[in-house]
Each structure stands twice: as structure tokens, then as C-alpha cells.
């Protein structure tokens, strides 16, 4: 019957009395200890302080940041360089002469996406396995600067 429901046993908890006497267990001062900041009523600090020396989320720019050794590439595939000539060599000045790269980076990257068709030599920083690969088939040459 409704008048008769309960909750069962050890279904309901009781709240923890804090500051009633030493015999409670969390007597005298409640488990805030003596004296400090964080024993009196509204005390604490807010999330992130460092007890006054400037905190971490305060140390760097929030927005803008780059890296001092941050490198770009500019990125070159293997189709892309069939519109030179047999026997050129090829450099990032080329490329921008030639317009398939817009400005100068910090360096030249060739990816093997495509087949490479004439037999030029090719100087970059970086070359991808499958980019080694397509110029060693066609018999062309790749220099690491």
C-alpha cells in the first residue's frame, strides 16, 4: 500500500554533522584545520592561483603565438614538375618563377603524388619515400640541401 512504502535499508544515508562536538569525529573545527585562509568561512582561493606570482594561464599570449623553431614547408608534388625540361635543375626559385609556388618558405618538400616524366634535378630539403622513389624510376636526381 502507498501508506505503507518505505525506503530500504542502507538505501538512504545520513549527512555528515560537522562542528558537533569533539566526540563526532569532525568536531571543533570540521576538518578545516587551525587557523589559514581555506579555515575561515568563504575562504579558499579561485581556481588557478598561485598564491600571488602571475599564473599559468597568464604567462603566454592568448591568441598569435608562434613557435621560434616552427619550420614551413612549401609543398611540391611530382606532377607538378613535368612542365621543365630535360636536364634542368630545380630549386625553389624556379618553382616561383614558374609560379607553382606562391612565396618563398623555409623550405621545399616534394610529395610523390603523380608521375614524374622528365629527367631533371631536383633540389629540396625534404622528399617523401614515394617522391624517392618516382625519381629514382625515371632516373632523375634529388639533392638534399
Do not use: W
Request: charged share 30%; hydrophobic share 30%.
Amino acid at each position: 500500500m502507498l501508506n505503507n512504502l518505505k525506503p530500504t535499508e542502507g538505501s538512504r544515508k545520513k549527512g555528515v554533522r560537522r562542528c558537533r562536538g569533539l566526540g563526532s569525529g569532525l568536531g571543533k573545527n570540521g576538518g578545516s584545520g587551525n587557523k589559514g585562509q581555506n579555515s575561515r568561512t568563504g575562504g579558499g582561493v579561485r581556481l588557478g592561483f598561485e598564491g600571488g606570482q602571475l599564473p599559468f594561464f597568464r604567462r603566454f599570449q592568448k591568441r598569435g603565438f608562434k613557435h621560434h623553431a616552427h619550420v614551413t614547408y612549401a609543398v611540391v608534388n611530382l606532377s607538378d614538375l613535368n612542365c621543365f625540361k630535360d636536364g634542368d635543375t630545380v630549386g625553389m626559385t624556379e618553382l616561383i618563377e614558374k609560379g607553382i609556388i606562391k612565396k618563398e618558405e623555409d623550405g621545399l618538400k616534394v610529395l610523390g603524388n603523380g608521375e614524374l616524366k622528365v629527367k631533371i634535378t631536383i633540389k629540396a630539403n625534404k622528399f617523401s619515400k614515394t617522391a624517392l622513389e618516382g625519381i629514382e624510376k625515371i632516373g632523375a636526381k634529388a639533392e638534399n640541401i
